[in-house]
């Protein structure tokens, strides 16, 4: 069994629509391990981001639901999330090329 810690998204922008940043590989087991999210308008409060799993809509598929990042701030969350082969993250956000994310993990296949 191969363990590889990667970045497994990002850096990139995030934008309004619904976009996959991550999907797991067949025959592969992830273990999300951090979320990094920058705001990077220094004036405008109020800009927050989305994660889904398995899912466009909110009310059942968030991992993280409307967070809110301050002006020139970040959002950092560590931990373990289990996804299974074929798993799909998906995210978006409130301000269009403004939030950048970082997702890093574990891949065991």
Do not use: H
Request: hydrophobic share 45%; charged share 10%.
């Amino acid at each position: 069994m191969a363990e590889v810690a990667k970045r497994l998204y990002g850096p990139a922008f995030l934008s309004l629509s619904t976009a996959t940043v991550y999907t797991v590989p067949t025959s592969t087991t992830t273990i999300l391990k951090s979320v990094r999210v920058t705001n990077n308008d220094a004036a405008i409060s109020g800009n927050s981001f989305t994660l889904l799993l398995n899912g466009t809509t909110v009310a059942t598929n968030s991992l993280f639901s409307s967070v809110a990042v301050s002006p020139s701030g970040s959002f950092d969350w560590s931990g373990w999330i289990v996804l299974n082969p074929g798993d799909i993250l998906r995210a978006f956000c409130t301000a269009n090329s403004i939030m950048a994310m970082i997702l890093t993990g574990i891949e065991v296949s």
